[in-house]
C-alpha cells in the first residue's frame, strides 16, 4: 500500500472542497438552520448570565434587597434551564445531521465502488478502500458534528463578550485584552506542531494497517516459514512509531490547556487589581468586576475550541479530498447510450481482432478472432501468462477490450446494459468466493425470486446435495468467513450450483478443477458435465486430460491465437499443445 495519500496535511480551508461537502448537508438543511438558531439562542443565554451576576450584586445585594434577589435567583436559574436545554438539542441535532451525512456518505461510496471497472481495484489496495469508508468518512463527521455549526457558536460568543466588556467600562475591556496577543502566538504554536503532530500519526496507523492487512492475510505462509518473532518485531517497530507519534500529540496538548489557563489567569488578575482599584475610587460598582470576571472566563473558551477546531477542518479538508479523489473515478458504464435490442438466448460468442493491455505499453491480448457457435464446448489452454483469464474476463467486461469488438449472440457486447450482459454469462472459478451467510445464500446470492425447490435441484444436478445434508443445518448452515469451514472441492460444488441456480446461456470455468484431489475431481468432473449441458462453455484448464472430449480448442502463446482445432487436430499439428501436451504426459 502506498501511503503518500495519508501524508497530505490539506488547508484548513478549501473552499471548492467545501463545497461539495455542504452540498451533503442540504437534505437536512433546516435541521442545520435550526440547530444555528438554537446555537444563537444559547449563546445568548450564556451572554446573559454574567449580566444578571452583576444585576444582583449592585442593584439588590448592595441594597439589601430579598425580594428582588429572590426574584432575580429565579430568573437566573431559568435562564440556566433554558440554556441546558438549548445545548441538549444543539447537540442532539448536531450528532443527527453528522450520522446522516455519514450514512448518506458511506452509502454513496459502497455503490460507487460498486460501479468502478475492475481495472481500479487492480491498482488500489483494500485497506486504503476501507480507510475511505470508515476513518476518513468519521473524521468528516467530526467536522460537520462538531466543527462547522459550532463555530458560529464560538464567534458569536467571543463578540457577544467582546461587546459587553465594552458596554460595562471600555477602559477595563481594554486592559483585559492585553493578553491577547499571548492567546494568539499561543494557538498559533499549538496548530503549527500538533498539525505536523496529526499528519505523523495518520501516516503511522496507515503503516499499521498496511502491514496488519498485509500479515492476516498472509498467515499461513508466516506460520509455515516460521515467520512469528521476525513479523512480530516489526509490528513493535510500527506500533511504537505510533505511540511516539501519539504522545507527541498528547505533549502539545499538554502544554497549550494549561498554557490558556495561565495566560487567563493573568487576564483575571489584571481584572481584580485594576477593577479593584477602580471600586475603591467609585468608578466602578463590584457587580460591574464580577461580571468581567465571568466574561473573562468565558471569552478563553471559545478560543481554545477554535485552536482545536483548526486541526479538525485542516483534517477534515484532508479526508474529504481522500473521498472525492475516490468519488470522481470514472465509473464503467452500465447502460450504452444507444442499446441494442437484445437478442433470444443462444451463446454464440465472436472476438473480432481484439487486442487488450492492462496498460498502454503492454498488451496482454493481441488481434484474437474467433467464434463460438451456440452450444459449443470450447477449451482455451496455453502457458502461464499467455492471456487466459484475460480473454474470460473481456467476455463479461469485467475489462474492457483496448481495440477490437466482442459480440454476443451478433451483438456488440458495449451495446449491453451491463446487468444484461452478466445475467447471460456466468463463471466458475479456481479461487470461489464465500460469503458469510447461509449455504442457501451463497447459492442464490439474496435473490429471493428464485425458489427453494429450484436451489435444492441445482445443488443436487452438480452432486453438492449430499454434503449439505450432512451439514448441522443443512442450507441453513452459516458459513464462516470465506468459506473456511468448507473443503476446496464443497466450495467448489457451491459455486457449481451457484452458477446453475441462475441458468446462463454462457458458461465460463477459469481452472474449476485444478486445486482438487483426484476423487473430488472425478465428482467435479461429473457436477462440470451437468452444468455444461445444453449451453455454451468456455473452459480454462491446465490439466488437458479434462478438456480432451470438448468441441474445440483454442491455444493462446504470449497474448496471441496461435493454434485452434480438435484435441487430435492438435496433437497432429506437433505445434504448442502438442509440446504442452508433451510435458503433462512425457513420463
Known amino acids: 500500500m502506498t501511503l503518500h495519500e495519508e501524508e497530505v496535511i490539506g488547508k484548513a480551508y478549501d473552499s471548492r472542497l467545501m463545497r461539495r461537502l455542504l452540498a ?30 452583576k444585576v444582583a450584586i449592585d442593584r439588590y445585594i448592595a441594597n439589601k434587597e430579598l425580594a428582588g434577589l429572590a426574584r432575580l435567583a429565579l430568573l437566573y436559574f431559568t435562564v440556566l434551564l433554558v440554556q441546558m436545554s438549548f445545548i441538549f438539542f444543539q447537540t442532539y441535532l448536531t450528532q443527527k445531521i453528522g450520522q446522516k451525512v455519514m450514512y448518506d456518505m458511506r452509502n454513496q461510496i459502497f455503490a460507487h465502488l460498486q460501479r468502478l471497472p475492475l ?10 478502500l476501507v480507510t475511505r469508508a470508515t476513518n476518513d468518512v468519521e473524521t468528516l463527521n467530526s467536522m460537520l458534528s462538531s466543527g462547522v455549526v459550532t463555530i458560529f457558536g464560538d464567534i458569536f460568543v467571543l463578540v457577544g463578550i467582546i461587546a459587553m466588556m465594552l458596554i460595562f467600562n471600555w477602559q477595563l475591556a481594554l486592559l483585559s485584552f492585553t493578553v491577547l496577543p499571548l492567546i494568539f502566538a499561543a494557538s498559533f504554536w499549538f496548530r503549527v506542531h500538533v498539525r505536523e503532530s496529526f499528519r505523523k500519526v495518520r501516516l503511522r496507523i496507515a503503516r499499521i494497517n498496511s502491514y496488519l492487512q498485509e500479515n492476516i492475510m498472509g498467515m499461513s505462509t508466516v506460520q509455515i516459514f516460521n515467520r512469528e518473532k521476525k513479523n512480530f518485531r516489526r509490528f513493535d517497530e510500527l506500533n511504537n512509531d ?67 477546531k483548526y486541526n479538525l477542518m485542516q483534517a477534515a479538508m484532508a479526508s474529504s479530498e481522500r473521498i472525492f479523489k475516490l468519488l470522481d473515478e470514472p465509473e464503467q458504464r452500465l447502460l450504452p447510450e444507444n442499446p441494442a435490442e437484445m437478442p433470444p438466448p443462444c451463446g454464440e460468442i465472436e472476438f473480432r481482432d481484439v487486442s487488450f493491455g492492462y496498460n498502454e505499453n503492454d498488451h496482454v491480448l493481441r488481434n484474437v478472432s474467433f467464434k463460438i457457435n451456440c452450444g459449443e464446448k470450447v477449451a482455451i489452454v496455453g502457458a502461464t501468462g499467455a492471456g487466459k483469464t484475460t480473454l474470460i474476463n473481456l467476455i463479461s467486461r469485467l475489462y474492457e477490450p483496448t481495440s477490437g469488438r466482442i459480440l454476443l449472440n ?15 454469462v456466468r463463471m466458475v472459478l479456481q479461487d470461489v468466493f464465500i460469503f458469510s451467510g447461509t449455504v442457501e445464500y451463497n447459492i442464490r446470492l439474496g435473490d429471493q425470486s428464485i425458489p427453494m425447490e429450484r436451489v435444492i435441484q441445482a445443488a443436487k444436478d452438480v452432486r453438492a446435495h449430499e454434503f449439505i445434508e450432512k451439514l448441522p443445518q443443512g442450507y441453513q448452515t452459516e458459513l464462516s468467513e470465506r468459506g473456511s469451514n468448507l473443503s476446496v472441492g464443497q466450495k467448489q460444488l457451491l459455486s457449481f450450483a451457484r452458477a446453475l441456480v441462475f441458468d446462463p446461456e454462457v458458461l465460463i470455468m477459469d481452472e474449476a478443477t485444478s486445486s482438487v484431489d483426484t476423487e473430488t475431481e472425478i465428482l467435479l468432473r461429473e457436477a462440470t458435465t451437468r452444468l455444461m449441458a445444453g449451453r455454451t462453455s468456455v473452459i480454462i484448464a491446465h490439466r488437458l486430460s479434462t478438456i480432451q472430449n470438448v468441441d474445440w480448442i483454442l491455444v493462446l502463446h504470449k497474448g496471441e491465437m496461435r493454434e485452434m482445432g480438435t484435441h487430435n487436430e492438435l496433437l497432429a499439428k506437433k505445434g504448442i499443445y502438442y509440446r504442452l501436451y508433451e510435458l503433462q504426459y512425457q513420463n
Open 410 to 424: 451478433r451483438i456488440d457486447t458495449a451495446l449491453y446494459p451491463l446487468d444484461n450482459l452478466r445475467r447471460r
Open 24 to 53: 451533503y448537508l442540504h437534505p437536512y438543511r433546516w435541521m442545520v438552520v435550526l440547530a444555528v438558531l438554537i446555537l444563537l439562542l444559547g449563546s445568548v443565554a450564556e451572554l446573559l448570565l454574567p449580566y444578571l451576576t
Open 242 to 308: 505510533y505511540l511516539q507519534a501519539y504522545l507527541e500529540t498528547i505533549y502539545y496538548y499538554s502544554v497549550f490547556h494549561p498554557l490558556v489557563e495561565l495566560i487567563s489567569a493573568l487576564a483575571l488578575a489584571i481584572i481584580l487589581w485594576y477593577g479593584g482599584i477602580r471600586v475603591i475610587s467609585g468608578a466602578l460598582t463590584i457587580g460591574v468586576v464580577v461580571a468581567f470576571v465571568q466574561y473573562a472566563e468565558r471569552f478563553f473558551q471559545p478560543i481554545r475550541d477554535l485552536s482545536e
Open 119 to 128: 481495472s481500479f481495484f487492480d491498482k488500489n489496495p483494500v485497506g486504503r
